[in-house]
DNA sequence: CGTGTGCCCTGACAGC
DNA sequence: TGCTGTCAGGGCACAC
């Protein structure tokens, strides 16, 4: 393929030698971890990129865009990753040292493999006293929960987003698995969130939004049916929805 | 060590 | 119609 760079950097600096490892390379597949993707490359060489908040792969687009970053073309198609708020990032690891790269090496278990049950969850939150809404968005904890699934599955679980996660209940964490599921297959099957600018590959919007339970929803009444209405507050600088009737 | 805070950046939107 | 303030799907550095 042949590469191109319009800037030095998004979040950080892209790899010195991106371009230079990457001209000529064929892409031998696809793969992702948490909110990376993996694009592997034929010369044990693997690229990760993230999409931060506001990046998107535009494929064969008919027109440059200010935010078009890095350029790659095949002999098939044209590739612009576009991050306006160049919150995203782009690495190379080597396709053998992939897991201890530091970044993954951290990550706990993905929510759709077998690593996440009730009991992982009771071992990795005990004794925790920040809140279960901040221990889900780490990382470390859950690979992949960002903070829209996060809202959504505590409500759907019926647990209170300021809990201290270390006193979550067993049968809170009983629900929270199966919430957690639910909601990350209902939105790839409804084609993901569109909010403001979050848009498809092929510029389609993702449908989920019409299903948020609490996400956004301010003031109107909780879909429980309780008399609830959803408030909104801030944790970890982040916006928090839920239900104050039905998530104890 | 665990936890909490603030910041990176641009754009969209609401309210005046 | 401009202006201003606020907020955004995330992650990291840093302070305590």
């Known amino acids: ?15 010195a030698d991106l371009v230079q490892v990457m001209t000529g390379a064929t892409v031998t597949g696809l793969s992702r971890r948490a909110k990376y993707g993996l694009m592997h490359l034929d010369r044990g060489a693997t690229m990760i990129f993230h999409l931060g908040m506001s990046g998107r792969w535009r494929i064969d687009p008919e027109t440059a865009e ?14 612009a990753l576009c991050d306006p708020r160049r919150f995203g990032s782009v690495d190379l690891v080597g396709t053998h040292a992939l897991d201890t790269w530091p970044q993954f090496a ?7 493999g077998p690593g996440l049950s009730a009991a ?28 829209i699934y996060v809202c959504e599955a505590l409500w759907r679980a019926r647990v209170r987003p300021t809990k201290q996660a270390g006193k979550v209940t067993g049968p809170q964490l009983a629900r929270l698995v199966p919430a957690i599921v639910d909601v990350l297959e209902a939105s790839i099957r409804d084609g993901g969130s569109t909010l403001r600018d979050y848009a498809r590959p092929d510029g389609k919007l993702g449908y989920f939004a019409s299903s948020f339970d609490v996400y956004g929803r301010t003031g109107e009444s909780c879909r429980r049916g309780d008399g609830g209405m959803i408030a909104r507050i801030a944790q970890g600088g982040r916006s928090t929805w839920y239900c104050p009737v039905c998530q104890k």
């Open 1 to 15: 393929m042949r590469v191109a760079l319009n800037r030095a950097d998004l979040r950080r600096p892209f790899p």
């Open 66 to 79: 200010p935010h078009d970053h890095l350029l790659l073309e095949t002999a098939q198609h044209r590739f």
């Open 106 to 112: 951290a990550l706990g278990p993905e929510p759709l």
């Open 120 to 147: 992982y969850l009771k071992a990795a939150l005990k004794g925790k006293t920040q809140s279960i809404k901040l221990s889900l968005l780490d990382q470390r904890i859950v690979a992949g929960l960002g903070n």
